[in-house]
T-cell receptor, first 115, second 112 residues
Framework: DGGITQSPKYLFRKEGQNVTLSCEQN?????MYWYRQDPGQGLRLIYY???????QKGDIAEGYSVSREKKESFPLTVTSAQKNPTAFYLC??????????????FGQGTRLTVV | GENVEQHPSTLSVQEGDSAVIKCTYS??????FPWYKQELGKGPQLIID?????GEKKDQRIAVTLNKTAKHFSLHITETQPEDSAVYFC???????????FGTGTLLAVQP
């Protein structure tokens, strides 16, 4: 089945640790995105990528880092510099804007909790 | 950058009533206008979309209408059912930026 997969579903982090969230897609999409969602809030864009080995900061990139070494993969690292990392993280992929059918497909999310 | 707002932020209706959610955007170059539904603890899923060469699109109980001149588009749900209860997001794009920005979200509660 084609789709986008995030792992793990739940993640616990001690203060001061870096953690990496995985996002893999087999939809052959060029664009991939990471969002943060706090309880009762909307989706805030962290980073996005349109092509391998290139990515851009979103609206809340501080304390996060990404890489795009393969078209299928876009991992997100939550660093110790992120002061309030507890949230629900969503990864998405789509064709590039301007192409037909630019629907965004989302993973099931990773719920990160700092303990 | 693109500014996307939704109204209302919360909406409570009785089962069988209609619901309308409006999305206002700032990038006049946007040419793709989707609506997503997010159920609790899950990622959003596309429910309906429209492109800038069409003013209205309908799919069973849901419809989307577009007013490009005024830069807004709306989601219409008729004969609402309890399973329509969710958070709905708009995400207009295709304009000057490649960023995919979502609206502020609308929590719809359908009371049985």
């Amino acid at each position: 089945d084609g789709g986008i997969t995030q792992s793990p579903k739940y993640l616990f982090r001690k203060e001061g640790q870096n953690v990496t969230l995985s996002c893999e897609q087999n939809l052959n999409h060029d664009a991939m995105y990471w969002y943060r969602q706090d309880p009762g809030q909307g989706l805030r864009l962290i980073y996005y990528s349109q092509i391998v080995n290139d990515f851009q900061k979103g609206d809340i990139a501080e304390g996060y880092s990404v890489s795009r070494e393969k078209k299928e993969s876009f991992p997100l690292t939550v660093t110790s510099a992120q002061k309030n990392p507890t949230a629900f993280y969503l990864c998405a992929s789509s064709k590039l804007p301007g192409q037909a059918n630019t629907e965004a497909f989302f993973g099931q999310g990773t719920r990160l909790t700092v303990v | 950058g693109e500014n996307v707002e939704q109204h209302p932020s919360t909406l409570s209706v009785q089962e069988g009533d209609s619901a309308v959610i409006k999305c206002t955007y700032s990038d006049s170059a946007s040419n793709y206008f989707p609506w997503y539904k997010q159920e609790l603890g899950k990622g959003p899923q596309l429910i309906i979309d429209i492109r800038s060469n069409v003013g209205e699109k309908k799919d069973q109980r849901i419809a989307v209408t577009l007013n490009k001149t005024a830069k807004h588009f709306s989601l219409h749900i008729t004969e609402t059912q309890p399973e329509d209860s969710a958070v709905y997001f708009c995400a207009p794009h295709g304009g000057a930026t490649n960023k995919l920005i979502f609206g502020t979200g609308t929590l719809l509660a359908v009371q049985p």
